[in-house]
């Protein structure tokens, strides 16, 4: 479970997150099925995983994002400065969910 958020991190910081769905789904689903993990889970883990990598160099697409909408003033270095913490936060998030899988699943459990 761990390689594959890994992967993910390693492929989100240079792949869309549908190219990675498209290149690891018909690898990773069945696994995850097999391994008899939540597919609802597993999912929220992949979400969180996206975001991260997103957020990372070398191609940060939330970064680029963030240095167009920033003031002139606001270097790229600084905004990489700036998401450390953010880096952080939802990497201790992706651990408490990888760990307690309910935090992810009370909700669709309560609905359905």
């Given amino acids: 479970l761990i390689m594959m958020q890994l992967s993910y991190?390693?492929?989100?910081t240079f792949l869309d997150d549908t190219a990675m769905l498209v290149i690891v789904a018909p690898l990773y689903?069945?696994?995850v099925k097999a391994l008899g993990f939540d597919p609802v889970w597993y999912g929220v883990l992949y979400t969180i995983t996206c975001q991260i990598a997103y957020m990372t160099p070398p191609f940060g697409y939330n970064l680029f994002l963030m240095r167009a909408m920033a003031p002139k003033e606001i270097s790229l270095v600084d905004i990489y400065r700036s998401i450390i913490p953010f880096v952080m936060i939802m990497t201790l998030a992706l651990i408490l969910v990888m760990v307690f899988p309910q935090i992810a699943?009370?909700?669709p459990e309560y609905v359905y």
Avoid: R, Y
Avoid at 9 to 12: A, Q, W
């Fill in 9 to 12: 991190l390693l492929m989100g």
């Fill in 29 to 31: 689903v069945p696994l």
């Fill in 105 to 107: 699943l009370w909700l």
